[in-house]
């Protein structure tokens, strides 16, 4: 029998009792003999797992643990974090994509050494209101580090919850995620509330995967309503999201004397604040070598030669980036240094903290 239950407007079906027994024993026992060696779950170190969390959202485990390994050598404590410059902080998370993250959890370090003594709340009252802690790392951090009894529910757990309960609405509404939420409030055991949460990430993760889930190999199976019905493969449903905007993209490659200019991004928007090639957005590639021409004869640039280097892409969350990438060589610097503006030697190039993308343009050239 399943249960109904009015909570915030939401209409939820909580399963029965026995069922929420059977999860939580099933899912435990399978979690303590098949969890992965992961460098995060060495301790419950509440700084150790937020940074672990932060660098986790959007990202696959295997691609951060090298990061993550080289981030703590570096910042080996939340006080090291806090006294670190944005600059070290940033090339720390290069690669990583995403660095508004880098800099929230920056700033929400500092917060912490300044309020709190250094030390991570543990309730989900103070931990929330620190920038870029939203409801799934409250949950994570909590429960994982402190023992407490919140849940965490990110994109594995929504894929499992939608197929063990054959939820057929669309995962990417906030509706969803709230009767998530408090489906996953409704299911997390008094004792282990951090594994409980773990285990049901690892299971996303191992079995209950994206594509082709393991139904045989399932610590859950006898309880699954999509596996039941046959419908594993149909779930989770998602409304197509709207394909990032494609957007013409010109990329200066403007060098002097073994150096090359860099512009710092705008404070808002893409990539803000970060250093990159000057860049020009809406400029299309027949018209690239053309545009470059005028900004060379705008900026009585004197020039030895220009030329178009080739093209490329990129495509971040909103935005796929059609880029022509065109070389300009100039007789003298002549542009002076400011706050937004820098010749550096090709040598140092690489201490920069430069984005994904413009690194790429870069293999272009070097
Ligand atoms: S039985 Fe299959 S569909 Fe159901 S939770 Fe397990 S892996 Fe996912």
Known sequence: MIRKKNHKNLTINLPPKETIQVIQKELLDWYNQNQRDLPWRINKDPYRIWVSEVMLQQTRVDTVIPYYERFMKQFPTLEDLANATDEQVVKAWEGLGYYSRARNLHSAVKEVVEKYAGKV???????????????????????????????????????????????????????????????????????????????????????????????????????????????????????????????????????????????????????????????????????????????????????????????????????????SLVTVELIEQGLEPSSNLKWISLDDIEKIALPNVYRKALKMLV
């Open 121 to 323: 709340p543990d309730q989900p009252e103070t931990i929330s209101q620190l920038k870029g802690v939203g409801s799934y790392t409250t949950g994570a951090i909590l429960s994982i580090a402190y023992n407490k009894k919140v849940p965490a529910v990110d994109g594995n757990v929504m894929r499992v919850f939608s197929r063990l309960f054959a939820i057929k609405e669309d995962i990417a509404s906030a509706t969803t995620r709230k009767k998530m939420e408090y489906l996953a409030d409704s299911l997390i055991p008094d004792q282990a509330p951090g594994d409980f949460n773990q285990a049901l990430m690892e299971l996303g993760a191992l079995v209950c995967t994206p594509v082709s889930p393991q139904c045989l190999f399932c610590p859950v199976q006898s309880v699954c309503h999509a596996s039941h019905q046959g419908i594993q493969g149909e779930l989770p449903y998602k409304k197509k999201a709207k394909p990032p905007l494609k957007v013409p993209v010109l990329f200066g490659w403007i060098t002097s004397d073994s150096k090359v200019l860099l512009e710092k991004r705008p404070n808002k928007g893409l990539l803000r604040g970060m250093w990159a090639l000057p860049t020009w957005e809406d400029v299309i590639e027949s018209k690239a070598l053309d545009t470059m021409q005028k900004i060379v004869i705008e900026n009585n640039w004197l020039v030895k030669n220009i030329n178009i280097k080739g093209n490329l892409e990129h495509i971040f969350s909103h935005r796929h980036w059609k880029i």
